[in-house]
C-alpha cells in the first residue's frame, strides 16, 4: 500500500514539476527576475531559465547570491543533464534522510546514474543543508566520464591548498580544473569546503557541456589513436598543473629594490609580464625592461621601479604539457620626494632671507622645524615671516647657530626631510657723545655706550672740514673700545 501511494504521490508531484517547469520557462524567457538584474550572472540565470533548468522562487527572484544546498543543486543537475527521474524513487532510500524529501528523485536519479557516490557520506544525505564546493566538483566530474581517471590520479593539483584535498579529491580537482569545471580564486586556492552560492552553482552547469565536449573529443581520438597502433593506447600522459607563487610588498619606493622570490612547483618555464593602473582604471601593459631595473628569471629576481603608480606584475608558469598557470600581485610604488632648499652661510639679525622650496607635492605638505644652538625651538619664538610648502620669507630674532629642516611625510608614512644651517650674527651698536664745541687746550673725556659686540674692536675714524684725516695729526691721545682722553689740537669742523 505504502509502495502505491509513493508512486501515485510521485507521479503526481512529477505532472506537478513538469507543470511548473514549463510555466517557469516561459515566464523566464520573457523576463529577467527582479533580483538577476545587474548580476555577475544575468547572462548565465536568463540562458538556464530559458532551457528550463531554473524556474525562480513564486515571488519572481531566483535569489542568486543565497547559498545553495544539497537538495537544489541536485535538482538543477538533474534538470540540466536532462536525466529521468519519473522511476527513481526506491522502496528504501539510499539515504536516511531524504524520504519524501522534495528532491528525493532528482537524488535517487544522480546515485543511478553514477553522479552521486553514496561512499561519499555516511548514509546521510541532509538535503536542506548547504552543499560544499568538493562535493559539487565530484558530481560535476562523474558527468562528464571522469570519475575513474579521477581516482587514479596520483599527482598534484597545483592549488596552494591542495593539503586541504584527501585522497580521489586531488584527481577531482585536477579534472574539474583542467576540463574548466571550476576556476581557482585569485590566491590560487580551490577551498574544498567552501559553500556555494546559487549563481556559482549556475556558472558550474553552464561550464558542463564544453567540459564533456572536450572529454569526448579526447576519449575519441585516444579510440581511434588505439585502433590505429598508437603507442598511446586508450590513456593519456597527465601533468600535474604548474605552480608558481611570489610576493610583493604593498608599497615600496622608486629607490627601493624589490627582492621577487618565486616559488615553483611543475614549472618547466616562468615568463614575467608588468601593467600599471591607467587614469581610467584600465591596465597599460609595459615592458620590463623599460619600467624597472634589474631583472627576473623563473627563480625571481631584485628589480628597481623607475616611476611612481600602480603596477601589477604576473608570473606565467607553463608545464610540461603546456599548459599555463598565472599568478599576479599588485604593488604601490610611491616616488622619493626631493625636499630641498638653500640657505646663506650667515646673515644677521636685520636681514630677511627667502627660503624657496620647490619639491612637487601634490596634498602633502611641508613640515618646518628649527634649532638653535643645538636646541630644538619653536619657529614662532626665534624667528618672524612665515614658512609654507613653497618655502617663505624669514628674519631671526637673535643671534646662534640654527638648522632648519623640511620634513614631507608621504602615504605610507616615510619620510623625507632636508636641513641647512645658517649662522646669525647681531648687528652691534657704538654709541658715544661729544660737546658741540671745544678748544684746543680742552681735553674731552669719551665713554662709550656698547651694545653685542661680541669681542669685535671699535675702529675710530676722523673727518676734517669734511675730509678723511688721520686722528693721531689731529687728535692727542688714544681710543679704545671704552672711548678715552682726548684733545683736539687744531681749530676746525670735526666728525669723530
Not at 503526481?12 to 550572472?41: E, K, M, P, Q, V
Not at 580521489?168 to 586556492?189: E, S
Not at 675730509?467 to 687728535?475: F, G, P, Q, R, T
Request: hydrophobic fraction near 35%; include cysteine.
Amino acid at each position: 500500500m505504502k509502495v502505491k501511494m509513493k508512486k501515485c504521490l510521485s507521479v503526481f508531484l512529477t505532472i506537478c514539476l513538469i507543470f511548473s517547469l514549463c510555466l517557469g520557462s516561459a515566464y523566464a524567457a520573457n523576463r529577467i527576475f527582479s533580483d538577476s538584474a545587474g548580476h555577475w550572472a544575468e547572462d548565465i540565470i536568463q540562458e538556464l531559465a530559458e532551457r528550463g533548468v531554473i524556474a525562480g522562487y513564486p515571488d519572481g527572484t531566483v535569489k542568486p547570491d543565497n547559498i545553495i544546498t544539497r537538495g537544489e543543486f541536485c535538482a538543477l543537475l538533474a534538470r540540466y543533464l536532462k536525466i529521468d527521474t519519473t522511476s527513481a524513487e526506491k522502496e528504501t532510500p539510499t539515504f536516511s534522510d531524504i524520504d519524501g524529501n522534495w528532491s528525493e528523485v532528482n537524488i535517487e536519479a544522480l546515485v543511478d546514474a553514477g553522479i552521486i557516490d553514496p561512499g561519499d557520506y555516511d548514509g546521510s544525505f541532509r538535503p536542506c543543508e548547504p552543499i560544499t564546493r568538493i562535493e559539487i566538483i565530484r558530481m560535476m566530474v562523474r558527468s562528464i566520464g571522469k570519475d575513474d581517471a579521477a581516482k587514479s590520479y596520483t599527482g598534484d593539483t597545483g592549488f596552494t591548498d591542495d593539503s586541504e584535498l584527501d585522497g580521489a579529491d586531488k584527481g577531482y580537482a585536477h579534472y574539474a580544473d583542467d576540463y574548466g569545471l571550476v576556476k581557482g580564486y585569485p590566491d590560487n586556492t580551490i577551498r574544498p569546503d567552501d559553500e556555494s552560492t546559487r549563481a556559482e552553482a549556475f556558472a558550474l552547469l553552464e561550464r558542463q557541456k564544453d567540459a564533456a565536449d572536450k572529454a569526448a573529443e579526447e576519449a575519441k581520438k585516444n579510440q581511434e589513436d588505439s585502433g590505429s597502433g598508437s603507442s598511446s593506447g586508450s590513456g593519456s600522459v597527465c601533468y600535474p598543473k604548474a605552480q608558481v607563487s611570489f610576493e610583493l610588498p604593498a608599497t615600496v619606493h622608486t629607490d627601493t629594490a624589490v627582492t621577487v622570490a618565486a616559488t615553483t612547483q611543475y614549472a618547466k618555464s616562468i615568463t614575467w609580464s608588468l601593467t600599471k593602473a591607467t587614469a581610467d582604471d584600465g591596465q597599460e601593459p609595459l615592458s620590463l625592461s623599460d619600467a624597472v631595473s634589474g631583472s627576473l628569471t623563473d627563480g625571481g629576481g631584485s628589480i628597481t621601479f623607475q616611476s611612481s603608480g600602480s603596477y601589477t606584475l604576473t608570473a606565467t608558469a607553463v608545464n610540461s604539457a603546456g599548459r599555463e598557470t598565472v599568478y599576479s600581485q599588485t604593488v604601490m610604488v610611491y616616488p622619493v620626494i626631493d625636499v630641498s632648499f638653500d640657505l646663506p652661510e650667515t646673515t644677521h639679525t636685520d636681514k630677511t632671507m627667502t627660503i624657496a622650496e620647490s619639491a612637487e607635492l601634490g596634498t602633502l605638505s611641508i613640515a618646518w622645524s628649527v634649532t638653535k644652538d643645538g636646541a630644538a625651538a619653536e619657529l614662532d619664538s626665534v624667528m618672524s615671516g612665515s614658512l609654507g610648502n613653497d618655502g617663505g620669507t624669514i628674519q631671526f630674532a637673535d643671534k646662534g647657530s640654527y638648522t632648519m629642516t623640511a620634513t614631507v611625510t608621504d602615504e605610507t608614512g616615510r619620510s623625507f626631510t632636508h636641513s641647512e644651517t645658517v649662522t646669525v650674527y647681531p648687528v652691534p651698536d657704538v654709541a658715544f657723545e661729544l660737546p658741540a664745541t671745544a678748544h684746543t687746550d680742552t681735553t674731552i673725556e669719551l665713554g662709550t655706550t656698547l651694545t653685542e659686540m661680541d669681542g669685535l674692536t671699535v675702529e675710530w675714524s676722523l673727518t676734517r672740514g669734511g675730509e678723511a684725516v688721520a686722528l693721531s695729526d689731529y687728535i692727542d691721545g688714544a681710543l679704545t673700545n671704552d672711548g678715552g682722553s682726548i684733545r683736539f689740537m687744531d681749530k676746525g669742523v670735526y666728525t669723530l
